[in-house]
Every structure is written in C-alpha cells, then in structure tokens.
C-alpha cells in the first residue's frame, strides 16, 4: 500500500493538513497517510526525508509564511531545501503554501488556505495514482486555491 | 536506443509538451519519449530525476511561469533544482520556460511558447544525436523562440 | 539516551545558548547536550553536521546577525547550509536567528534573543519527545520570541 | 597526460572557445582538450561534470549572458550549478562569463570577450601547470578582460 | 600533526594568506600549513575541498571581492559553495572576505584586510586547539576586522 506523507506546522494558522487529508480521503483508499507537525516551514525539509525514509512514496508539504519580508526569504530557503529533498529521495514532495498577504482578511485567508490545500492534496493524489488525469490537463492553465486561468488559444 | 524525457505541467497555458514531441521526431526517429505531467514547474525537478533512474538519457523540462513576482522566484527555484538534478545525474535537462509575461497577449505567448519548445526540442536532439551541429554554432548568437541575433565581429 | 547539540557563535550579543540549554533542562531528564561554540552564523552549518556524526540527534543552531544588509545575506547562506545539513543528515536542525533590527534598543533585544532561544528550544524538545504536543498545535499560529497570533476562524 | 575541458554555447556572441584553445595552446603541450558546445550558459554545469567524468582534469566553462534582468538571473543559476559541479569532483571549474552589458557596443564586447577567454585560460594553464605562478601574484590585484588594478599599499 | 589549509586568491588586492599564516604560527607550532593560490573568490570552494582530501583538518578562505554590484553577486556564490564544501566534508572552512567598498581608501583597505585576516586566523586556530577560548567568548559580540561590540545586558 502506498504512503503519503502529510506535513504541516504550528507556525500556519489554519490548519491545512486537516483539509488535505479529508480531500486525500475522498479521492480513495489504497493509501496510508503518514502525519507529521513541525514548528515552522523550514523544519518541514527534513520532515519530509525522514517520512521518506519510513517509506512515504510521496509528501504533501503545507506552510504559511507571515507578510514580513523575511517571511519571503524563509519561504524561498524552505522550498529549495524541499526540491533539494525531492531529488535526493527522487520522490516528489508536493509544496503547498500560503502567503498571509495573499488574502484580504482572515476570512479569506482560512479560504484561500483551505481550498489551496485540497487542491494540492488533489494534485498529490493523482501523481501518485492517477497520473493520465495530470497529462489529460498538460498546459490546461490549472491554478490552486485560485480559480484555474485555461489554456491560451492559437488565434483569439 | 536513446529515451527522452519530456516533462511539462498543468499549470503552463499551452500544451509545449506537444509541439516539443512532434519537432524531435520531425528530426529522426533513433530514440523513444517518456512522457509526464506534473503540476508545476517545483515539481519538474524530481520528475527529471525520476525519468533518468528510468533510463531516459536527457530530459525536456517546459513550463510557463505566471506573472507575479512571486512565479520569479518559483522559476528561480525550479530551475536551481533542474540544474542539481542533472549535475547530480551527469545527464543533460534542457530546461523550456517561457514566462506570461514575455508575450503581450495570448496569440504572441502561445506563437512563443510553441517557437520555444520546437527549438529546444532541436536542441535536444541536438545534444544527444548531432553535437557536431552545436560545434559549429558555437558563440553564434542563436536564441530559441526570439530570432537570433547573431555573432559579433571584430571590426563594425 | 537522546543526544541535543547546541551551537551558538562568538558573535552574537546574547548568550543564547545559555537560556537555551535551561528551557531544554526545565523539561526533562532523558537526553544529554552537546556544547559548542563557533564564530559566526556561517560556522555553525558544519558545527551542527559534525555533532550529528559526533551522535546528536537533533541540533539547535543559534545565531545573531547584525544590522546590515550584508548580514541578511550571511544569514541567508547560513539558513541555506542549515537546510542543507538537516536533509543531508535527515536529522532536524532547529534555526534560532535574532536579527538586531529587530529589537528597538540593547534591553529589548536581550529579552527577545532569551525568549526567542527558550521557545526554540522547547520546539526542538518537542520535536524529540513529545511530537502530540506539536500536532496538538497544527496551524495554531505560534510565535517564538513574540506572542502567539492564533489560527484565524473560518468567520469573523 | 592532463586533459583540459572547453565548454561553450550557442548563445554566446563571440566564439570565446576558439580564443581560449589557442591561448592555452599558447602555453605549452603537455595536455589534451575536450571541447563540448551546449545552446546555453545553464547547460554548461552538467557538460562539464560528463567531461570530468570522461577524465578533464579541469573544465573552462564559457558563456555570454544577455543584457536582460532575467539574464542575470541565469548566470546566478548557472554559476552556483558551476560551482556544485567542481566541488562533488573535487575538480576545478574556470568560470568565464562575459555579460553583453559590460561593453559599450559589438566591437569592445567581442575585444573583452577574447581578452578574457584569454586569460582565464592561462589561468587555467596556471592552475594545472603552474601552481607557483598563481603563488607569485597572491593579493596582487590581478583582473581577467580589464586591465590589472594591482596590490595596495601599507602607506600610500 | 593537524594540517590548516589556507587559500587565497590573486584578484585580491592584499596578499591576506601572508597576515593569516604569521598569526596562526604566532600561536603555536602543532599544525602544518598548506597554501594555494586561486584567480578569483569563485575557485575557493574546490580548493578547499581539494585540500581536504589532502589531508587539511580546516581550510581558511580568503577573498576581496570588487566594489560592483556584480561582486557581491560572486561573493554570495562563492559562500554558498564554501559552506556546501564545509558541510560535505563535515570539516569547518573559515571564510574571510573583505569587499573593497568596505574601507574609505587604499590604505584603510589594507589595514582592514590584514586585521580580518589575522583575526580570522586566530579564530581558526582556536577552532582547531582552543574550542574552549571560543566557549568562554559566547554572545561575546566578538568582530573580525572592526572593533568587538560586546554582549548586551539585560538591563541598560
């Protein structure tokens, strides 16, 4: 049975992991979710090897950097060192983060987190199990959290 | 026989993917594409790698960055980790990118972003089957998807 | 027995690691702490992966950057390496950075750079023996060395 | 017998291989060049790591960025990919890089691009050949393209 | 007998290995030193690495990037690859760049070159033989360079 690793953090303010596990489960069953918090995005990387290493086939990496500055340079430093988990492990850890600037308010913001993270426990799925589902949308224009933007045609 | 890895996202707003396959195979025929779709460009990295522990001896990499700041510094990474990812290998990733806002509206950024995949294709082709071709274009100034602009001489 | 390393540097302004190893004691018995100290942020990365070959299971990296705005790059690289060790090793390192800018004036600092340090490493205890406590916050929207700002509601 | 690695591209303006063949040449006889020519200066790390795999002792990579912001973005990438390279081989990698902005119109860029292929050239002679050669000019100012700036004194 | 490597470059405008080698041997005798030359800040990492696999138990990496916006560029390049070589190894690299734009003249230049060197220098000894002198200096608010700045208190 395939194992999806779920990572989240005490840092974020909605919890993300709850929501993409639910998406996750309702996609199927063939799978065992492996859960995980750390305190902040940058403890996430090595969450991640170490569930790869206890045999997660995939991670699901969910974050939410604040609105400072700074927030932005962790972020950026979080993600390479997660691509730098991804290919060392060759296997492929899904990013999700939400930005707190990216919302107009808290309610927006639990939205926008909400819906991003089953968008990307969605996607997790179907790499792992339905991957013609991914190929059927190549250059589909697909977005997370926001609604999809579609394919640019030939001629307008 | 040579296996060429094209991978390309579901966030990109044109199926390069396609136009890529069909430019190296207007070249010959001595090779076989794998062929995958993952959601963006973070995820093309570990893909690649994938692809090579698969046998592939090159991979296609295409994706097409939003606009915001924000899809900079995504692409910044992405293109970090290709880079790890096919030093870590020691084979090539032709990396595609085009970015939104390159183009000025959708008909230019669809006419670019298919100009881009066909001559990086070629280039593709290139590395693996005639490197005699890049030999003799060296410091020529070529460009994909642009016109070339050419050598500098000596004297104006 | 658990083994916790501790590297503070010669350049901080605040003995970090002093606070640090007291939080860590004032919760428990089961593990041994690994002292050691560098000059600089960037000396601390291979501090951290030369403990954990020394046998520590998880490091606390302490540092303070300076005001500059060369000491945000220092700092970067520093997070980078960091990043770097933790998934090499796939063994957690705990960042506790205090950036100078970041207190108004000597007094406040001290209290944000003891603060800051005792909650990181009660963080990095939790990491090691009481992950439910983590998991227990998911999303929860805790701060270290500032308070809390709480998960946001799904309505006002 | 030593063997020296040339890589070039396609996109450079000026072919910069051909000037740093003869200057090494120029040297003396003891070594063997392995020329490659990629399309861009983010091909280059990979081709030199195949090269070192293949036996180079030393690679000289040569590129020329273009004038744009997100050219510059593109030789950050390359160059740390450069640098990942020669460190995991424990191999030298001579960077040369021309940026089309650093000269003021074709006849001065393609006058820097020889000048400096030239010399790191030699520098890479230098560095296989003749260590002490480097030794000598320890902190003394030496540039590659521009003119020496020289050693500063104690007392002016 | 421990082994110290100490590299530095030819682009440097103060022979710094020269200030740094005479510090360390001010201190004691039970180490050997092994020089190399480099042109530029970007060959450092791999020498450091060479001299590694030759036997150096620590490597101090002297540098003096230009005044250019692009130098500073090269120089956070070159750190990151000082740092990856570091922590590959598991074997502490002391980096010791001084930036031209530093220092008001030519003459604050050199006295500022020199006093990081020697004071990097003594660092890196006390790395090696005196863990402890850097122990008791732990949020000391030591400088290299410039003058200490001090710990803060806890009260003004």
Redesign the interface.
């Known amino acids: 049975m395939k194992k999806i690793g779920v990572v ?11 929501y993409a596990v639910r998406a996750l489960k309702s996609r199927g069953t063939g799978f065992k979710v492996l ?5 902040g995005i ?2 996430l ?3 991640c ?2 569930l790869f ?1 206890e045999g997660a086939d995939l991670c699901l990496a969910l974050g ?1 950097p604040g609105k400072a500055e ?1 927030d ?3 972020a ?6 997660l ?6 492990e ?6 999700c983060f939400v ?1 707190e600037g990216e919302a107009s ?3 927006e ?3 926008l987190a909400r819906r991003r993270a089953e968008e ?1 426990a969605l ?1 997790a799925y179907a ?1 792992l199990f339905r ?1 013609r589902d ?2 059927r ?8 959290g926001f609604p999809d ?8």
């Open positions: 989240d953090t005490t840092f974020a303010r909605v919890d993300m992991a709850d859960r995980e918090t750390v305190p940058k403890d990387p090595v969450a090897r170490r290493l939410m700074y932005k340079t962790c950026h430093e979080a993600s390479l060192a691509l730098f988990a991804a290919v060392l060759a296997k492929p850890v899904v990013e930005f308010g808290p309610k913001l639990h939205a990307h996607n790499l991957p991914l190929a949308n190549a250059g589909g224009g697909l977005r997370q933007v579609g394919a640019v045609r030939r001629t307008r």
